[in-house]
């Protein structure tokens, strides 16, 4: 079976990781990344320096990025279809952000192929997503929360299968004592997002000031800084990559992980990450989330700042605890939840997931 994968390569290493699970499944894999063309590489420390131009610098900079935007569009579209002639794929499969270039007539000209999208962000949650416009291009589609596909069927008249992110066992996995960083012996560690600037980030930094005073480590970009408050104290450095990543969530007695609010009845692909990375974890609850795991089992949840500082202090207290809930999410995830076991389940056939 030859497959076209398109996304975003940036996306926590999703398309490299389902590259790997294509492969291992016996696949043919031909890859068109949908944010890596010329002209943003090229153009983008450009636009910055025209911004910073006094007075006339922001409007010139908004004309030139639109222009730039455009041109970067239709760079991927033109990539995409001479990956198609060539190719001759079975299947197309499309990891789809908010921010997806690909046109709904490029999807067309792959006709002859199946084309299975999975969307990693709601398509109605972005005010400049172009997702909407795509969702009757795919045979098959598959959301990662519930709650997007109410508006989807509303829309289209067709829901989507329900199937969240999963792990990569060759990324996520535990590592050897000799390894782990000892700063971070005993912390809370946490990696992702500021999301600086968006409701996301407010929700994030709420929750983590009320850990104040307990030992917390934040990764992730330099927006935690302009934050303030403990959050910013908290802060260690990144972004970070997987393989840093895996090694920080090692190290730390507890993992914690807070979803994007866009989530609502589901869950990220950290929560698959960090459970297979055979850490502890203690994520926010959104409904769905025991349809994956047991709760107080395989991981731990939370639904208020009080009660995340008091799982916080219960855990850090409790070794034996934090050991017995890792080990058995950790083989609730090499038994389901890896992305071998996504992509087994979308080629086949008429499968539906939720």
């Keep these: 079976m030859k497959v076209l994968l398109t996304g975003f390569e940036w996306f926590g290493d999703l398309l490299p990781f389902v590259e790997r699970a294509l492969k291992e499944l016996g696949a043919e894999v031909s890859v068109v990344a949908t944010n890596r063309d010329q002209l943003i590489r090229e153009r983008a420390e450009a636009l910055r320096n025209l911004e910073a131009l006094p007075l006339i610098g922001a409007s010139l900079a908004a004309r030139q990025r639109l222009t730039l935007t455009l041109d970067g569009i239709r ?9 198609v002639d060539r190719f001759a794929p079975d299947v197309v499969l499309s990891i789809l952000c908010w921010g997806e270039p690909l046109s709904a007539e490029s999807l067309g000209y792959a006709a002859r192929a199946r084309r299975i999208g999975w969307l990693m962000d709601d398509p109605f949650g972005y005010q400049e997503s172009l997702l909407e416009n795509l969702l009757t291009s795919f045979d098959s589609l598959y959301s990662p929360d519930e709650r997007w596909s109410d508006n989807i ?16 066992p060759g990324s996520h996995h535990p590592i050897d004592v000799t390894a782990l960083d000892q700063d971070l012996a005993g912390h809370i560690v946490y990696v992702g997002s500021s999301c600086a600037g968006h409701p996301t980030g407010v929700y994030r930094q709420t929750l983590l000031e009320s850990l104040d005073g307990l030992p917390l480590a934040i990764y992730g970009d330099k927006g935690w800084c302009g934050l303030g408050g403990f959050a910013a104290k908290a802060y260690r450095g990144g972004p970070v990559d997987s393989e840093r990543a895996n090694v920080i969530y090692a190290s730390g007695a507890i993992a914690l992980n807070l979803h994007h609010t866009q989530f609502h009845r589901g869950t990220s692909l950290r929560t698959f990450a960090l459970c297979c990375a055979g850490t502890f974890q203690l994520v926010d609850w959104r409904d769905g989330l025991d349809r994956w795991f047991r709760p107080g089992v395989e991981l731990e949840t939370f639904r208020t700042p009080t009660e995340l500082r008091r799982q916080a202090e219960r855990y850090l207290a409790d070794t034996g605890g934090r050991a017995r809930i890792a080990a058995a999410g950790r083989r609730r995830v090499l038994s389901e939840h890896t992305y071998r076991h996504r992509l087994s389940l979308m080629l086949k056939t008429g499968h539906h997931a939720g």
């Design 153 to 168: 069927e509303r829309m289209t008249g067709v829901r989507p299968a329900w199937l969240p992110c999963g792990a990569d």
């Design 75 to 83: 760079q991927v579209n033109d990539a995409f279809r001479r990956e």
